[in-house]
C-alpha cells in the first residue's frame, strides 16, 4: 500500500504558476508506482491531469498541454506537477493518485478506475 499526501495548492492570479507536490509514504517501493494527477471542479466529474510511468514517460490532458509539466523523484517518492499560465477553468481540487498496475515500465494511466490510491487533494483557485 502507499499513502499519499499533496501540498502546494493555493489562489493564484489569471497566468501564475503553482507547483504541487504529492508525497508518497508506505511500505512499497515508489518507483513501481504509476503515478498520475487528477482534478475535480464543483458539480463536475473527476478528470485526468497528467500521468506519469515507472520510466518518467509522461501523457497530458489537452487542456494543459504546453502549461502542465508532471515529474517524479524517486529517491525523495515524490511526484510534482508544476503549473503554468494558469487560467480560471483550471481552478479544481487536485488530487495526486498511484497504482502499481502491471509490468509494463511505459504505462501511463489516465482513467480515475485505473488507480487504486488516492490523496486527500489540495485546492487550486485561479482567479481572473
Known amino acids: 500500500q502507499v499513502r499519499l499526501e499533496e501540498s502546494g495548492g493555493g489562489l493564484v492570479q489569471d497566468g501564475g504558476s503553482l507547483r504541487l507536490s504529492c508525497a508518497a509514504s508506505g511500505r512499497s517501493t515508489f518507483s513501481r508506482y504509476i503515478m498520475g494527477w487528477f482534478r475535480q471542479a464543483p458539480g463536475k466529474p473527476r478528470e485526468f491531469v497528467a500521468g506519469i510511468s515507472r520510466s518518467g514517460g509522461t501523457d497530458y490532458a489537452d487542456s494543459v498541454k504546453g502549461r502542465f509539466t508532471i515529474s517524479r523523484d524517486n529517491a525523495k517518492n515524490m511526484v510534482y506537477l508544476q503549473m503554468n499560465n494558469l487560467k480560471p477553468d483550471d481552478t479544481a481540487v487536485y488530487y495526486c493518485?498511484?497504482?502499481?498496475?502491471?509490468?509494463?515500465?511505459?504505462?501511463?494511466?489516465?482513467?480515475?478506475?485505473?488507480?487504486?490510491?488516492w490523496g486527500q487533494g489540495t485546492q487550486v483557485t485561479v482567479s481572473s
Open positions: 493518485a498511484a497504482d502499481r498496475g502491471p509490468g509494463e515500465n511505459g504505462l501511463v494511466f489516465a482513467k480515475v478506475a485505473e488507480y487504486d490510491y
